[in-house]
Structure formats: C-alpha cells, structure tokens
T-cell receptor, first 117, second 110 residues
Framework: DGGITQSPKYLFRKEGQNVTLSCEQNLNHDAMYWYRQDPGQGLRLIYYSQIVNDFQKGDIAEGYSVSREKKESFPLTVTSAQKNPTAFYLC????????????????FGAGTRLSVL | KNEVEQSPQNLTAQEGEFITINCSYS?????LHWLQQHPGGGIVSLFMLSSGKKKHGRLIATINIQEKHSSLHITASHPRDSAVYICAVPREDTGNQFYFGTGTSLTVIP
C-alpha cells in the first residue's frame, strides 16, 4: 500500500546526542515536510524539500538538519543544539506545488515521539 | 495573532449528538483543509474545500469565503470520532506550506 512510514515510533535522546528520525514515502511525491507538534500549538514547519537534493528551512529550523538524497527519503536529525527537543514529530509529503492547481493535500506519517532522558 | 483560530479547544459530547467545530482565518486563501489526528498521532486529510459544502459520510464541511470562516459538522457522533480536528489554510506565495490551527480535541462518550 502507498503511504508514509516514520520510524521509530518512540525515541529517547541523551544530553548532547544527535538523533535521526526516518521518513520514507512510496507515493512518488516530490515534496516532503517535517513538522513539530507541541501541546496547545499548531503544527510548525521545521524543513521542507520540493525536489531531490534541495531543501529549505521552515519556521523553526534551528537545531535540526535534513538531507534529501533520494526522492523517497527525507530523514531529520535533531542535533545537540536543539535544547528543547521533546515533542511529536510528523513527516508529510505532497505533489510538488504547482502540479494540480490549488494547494495540494499533504499525506502524513504516524509520527515519532521524541523524549529527552 | 494566529492566522487560524479554532473553537472550541476541547469538546465532549454524548454519542449521537450533532457536533460543530469552527475555524476562522485571517488570510486570503484558495482552499481550506480539515485534518483528523487520531489518538495515536497519525493525521489524515478529511476535506479540502474552496467554496460551499462537502459531505463525506457523517462529516460535513462548509466554508464562507467572504466571512473567512469554516465549520466541520459531525452528525450522529460516535466514540470512534474521538480525535483532534485541525483546520489548515495555505500560506500565500509559499508553494505548499500551511498555517495550522491548534486543533479541537473531541471526545465522544458512549
């Protein structure tokens, strides 16, 4: 079945450690996104990529890094510079903007819950 | 100021009740999205609408572009409708980025 797979479901980070969250999609979508969700707040965009080997910072990119070496994969690394990483992280994908007229639907993964030890 | 405001923040209903969730936005839009976040965290898209009304099963979404307001209605609510419902509107000139509401947490009691 087509969809977006995020792993792991739960992740724990030690002080000073970098951790990487995986996101894979088989929907043949060009665009992929990483969001952070905190209680009482709307989804906030961390990074997005509209095409392979290209990505842009979102609203809260500090302390995070991404890569887009393959169309199917968009991993997010939470670096030690991110001082408050505890949150729920969601990955999404969509057709590339401009394909399909009005704003395209984003398809979301099941999320990764990151906590600090 | 948030570009997207939802109300209520939390909602508890008895099974079978008619439910309304509201979304107001302050930006010009081409379409508005309603999303459902399951208790486990995954999000699915329910509706994308740019005018009028859309219906899918017991869910109905309406939008009034002039008033910049949308509503999500659930008829004959059921405990399996318990979820967080999120309203999202596109950011202008940003490709496919969105402003998200903070969500309405719905609990339907049997």
């Amino acid at each position: 079945d087509g969809g977006i797979t995020q792993s792991p479901k739960y992740l724990f980070r030690k002080e000073g450690q970098n951790v990487t969250l995986s996101c894979e999609q088989n929907l043949n979508h060009d665009a992929m996104y990483w969001y952070r969700q905190d209680p009482g707040q709307g989804l906030r965009l961390i990074y997005y990529s509209q095409i392979v080997n290209d990505f842009q910072k979102g609203d809260i990119a500090e302390g995070y890094s991404v890569s887009r070496e393959k169309k199917e994969s968009f991993p997010l690394t939470v670096t030690s510079a991110q001082k408050n990483p505890t949150a729920f992280y969601l990955c999404a994908s969509s057709m590339r903007p401009g394909q399909g007229g009005i704003k395209n639907i984003q398809y979301f993964g099941a999320g990764t819950r990151l906590s600090v030890l | 100021k948030n570009e997207v405001e939802q109300s209520p923040q939390n909602l508890t209903a008895q099974e079978g009740e008619f439910i309304t969730i509201n979304c107001s936005y302050s930006v010009g839009i081409s379409a508005l999205h309603w999303l459902q976040q399951h208790p486990g965290g995954g999000i699915v898209s329910l509706f994308m609408l740019s005018s009028g009304k859309k219906k899918h099963g017991r869910l109905i979404a309406t939008i009034n572009i002039q008033e910049k307001h949308s509503s999500l209605h659930i008829t004959a609510s059921h405990p399996r409708d318990s979820a967080v419902y999120i309203c999202a509107v596109p950011r202008e000139d940003t490709g496919n980025q969105f402003y998200f509401g903070t969500g309405t947490s719905l609990t339907v009691i049997p």
